[in-house]
Structure formats: structure tokens, C-alpha cells
């Protein structure tokens, strides 16, 4: 699917969703290198401007591409830097949800309106393409916030390439997945 006119920016309650951007490289960098906002999984860090300033072109592509992506939060109020949700299209056919919350504004509920945001995005865009959540177990929040989008469990199990080989990985997905679609989650 190729995007034909430039994406627009959706508000929710308190937040502006904007697709992500270069102009969104700096506050997406202090974010994405905050150990604090990487405790369920520290080897996610960025470690380098260059890392986000690759991962931003990247973002921005999709939306180009899928005509879906991940947006930029900002507080409708007086736009300050929220963090970074949505979804994305996968190489194995699943949209990933995915929001991440500065450490001042956690517990405020953006990650849930991100989250919904998000799966109503997804719902009008790519009605056919299953949206799912793929992360730790040991983190309860972002499992409490899936769910709360809609998702729910369809796997749990070792998690690939995680340098902590003890990690749980879960799977859950706003539908059932077929048995192949599942393999190829779980083993990317």
C-alpha cells in the first residue's frame, strides 16, 4: 500500500499524534536512551544519536510505504514531548503495537491513548491485518495497557535473541493468528 497523500495528525483527550519525523530526532533520541525508560529490557537502549537518527528514517518511511506507522506524542495542552506509539507493519503480516512513555509522563495514561489511538488507526487502514503486542512478561504495564487496546494473550514463551536468557516473551493480538504467522513472530 502505498501512501498517497501526506498523513495527518490525530488528536486524542490530551495528546496530538503526529507521524514521526526527522524533526522528531532529538527528543526521540533523549527518549530512547533513558536507561529508565528500558528496565523491562536495557539492551534496547540506543547508545548513539546515529541509532535513532536510522530507526526515524525508518519510521518515516512506513508511513510512505504502509500508509500506517508510529507517531510522535505531544501534549495537546502545550506540546511537550510525550513519547513515541502506534503501529507497524512487520515483515511477517502483523501490526506492532507499540508506545513508549517519557518517565515524567508515565502513569498518566498516555500510553493507553497512544494505544487506542493506534488500533483505531489500524482498524481503518489495514482492517485485514491483525494488530499485536509483543513484549516481556515481567512487564505489567505494558501488558495491562494491550489489553486495555483490545489484545490478549495467543503465546507465551522463550523470547529469541534476548540477551537475558530466562526472558518470557508474550504475544498478544487483537485476533487468533494462524500457526505460521505465530512461528514467524515468535522466531524474529
Do not use: K
Request: aromatic share 6%.
Amino acid at each position: 500500500m502505498t501512501q498517497t497523500s501526506a498523513p495527518q495528525p490525530i488528536t486524542t483527550d490530551h495528546l496530538v499524534l503526529a507521524p514521526v519525523s526527522t524533526a522528531d530526532l532529538d527528543d526521540l533520541h533523549a527518549l530512547h536512551a533513558d536507561p529508565r525508560v528500558w528496565t523491562h529490557f536495557p539492551s534496547g537502549r540506543h547508545t548513539s544519536r546515529e541509532q535513532t537518527a536510522r530507526q526515524v528514517a525508518d519510521l518515516a518511511a512506513d508511513w510512505v510505504r504502509d500508509g500506517i506507522g508510529y507517531w510522535t506524542a505531544r501534549r495537546r495542552s502545550d506540546g511537550a514531548f510525550v513519547g513515541i506509539g502506534g503501529v507497524r507493519l512487520r515483515a511477517v503480516g502483523v501490526l506492532n503495537l507499540y508506545y513508549r512513555v517519557a518517565v515524567e509522563h508515565q502513569g498518566q495514561g498516555c500510553a493507553g491513548e497512544m494505544a487506542h489511538g493506534a488500533t483505531a488507526a489500524a482498524a481503518r487502514a489495514r482492517p485485514d491485518v491483525p494488530v499485536t503486542a509483543f513484549l516481556l512478561e515481567h512487564n505489567a504495564a505494558s501488558r495491562a495497557t494491550a489489553e486495555r487496546a483490545g489484545l490478549r494473550l495467543v503465546w507465551r514463551g522463550p523470547d529469541a535473541g534476548n540477551p537475558d536468557v530466562a526472558a518470557v516473551r508474550l504475544v498478544l493480538a487483537n485476533r487468533q493468528l494462524d500457526a505460521a504467522t505465530l512461528a514467524r513472530l515468535v522466531a524474529a
